[in-house]
């Protein structure tokens, strides 16, 4: 597809897919490493990601179809995808590694992103779908401890626990995060028992006002 896709392609796309599937009456969540991102994480140059209902996925990719992306149809059986002109994956997912979609959508939260309002994946999900999607013969903590570290204040790290409890991986990752001092809270711990806050960051790029 020619070169990497740079970040300001990746927001660009993402403000057109958000836009389309918003005017097709598709629910929908920002997903991935843009949903970090819009809470004060890193910048991403991977895919682009959304989660929605199995029900709703075949019309989201026609409301991509309608503003000019190409539509595939891949071996996976939890998402579709969709490629902009810009070389930018977009990919649509209804099946989120060990997790409910209904769910995820439920706990989704309304943030302004690039001076849209859109639902964005609860980071517990993201983390928890990242960590459940590690296998013996793909591990990578890379990107995880990256994403702990910027918005480890964020996170409520006692329900990341229980949404990954019995995977390896995640005992693993957590045995790293308590070492490296990131997690500031027991193991089965709620955020709500606590009484803090979640904190919400809105995030703009250059050339644009905050909303």
């Known amino acids: 597809m020619g070169d990497q896709p740079t970040f300001e392609d990746i927001a660009e796309t993402m403000k057109r897919a958000a836009a389309a599937l918003r005017d097709a009456d598709v629910p929908f969540a920002l997903a991935g490493s843009l949903a970090t991102w819009a809470r004060g ?3 991403t140059t991977h895919d682009l990601d959304f ?3 199995p029900s709703d996925s075949e019309r989201a990719a026609a409301a991509l179809e309608e503003v000019g992306m190409r539509s595939e149809d891949p071996p996976e059986e939890w998402l579709l995808k969709a490629w902009d002109g810009n070389g930018v994956l977009v990919d649509l997912i209804f099946g989120p590694s060990g997790l409910d979609p209904d769910k995820v959508l439920e706990r989704a939260e309304t943030i302004s992103v690039m001076s849209m309002e859109l639902r964005v994946m ?3 999900d993201v983390i928890a779908t990242k960590v459940l ?4 013969h793909s591990v990578d903590y890379a990107t995880l401890l990256v994403m702990a570290r910027a918005l480890r204040e964020q ?3 006692g329900a990341v626990r229980r949404r990954t409890a019995g995977s390896p991986f995640a005992d693993a990752y ?3 995060l308590d070492r490296l001092g990131i997690t500031s809270e027991p193991a089965g711990r709620d955020r709500e028992d606590t009484g803090r806050e979640r904190v919400h960051v809105e995030v703009t790029t250059s050339g ?3 909303s």
Request: aromatic share 10%; no cysteine.
């Open 122 to 124: 609860a980071l517990e």
């Open 208 to 210: 644009e006002g905050r």
């Open 41 to 43: 994480g890193p910048e």
């Open 155 to 157: 996170i409520d790290w």
């Open 174 to 176: 957590f045995v790293l």
């Open 51 to 53: 989660v929605m209902r």
């Open 133 to 136: 999607s590690l296998t013996e």
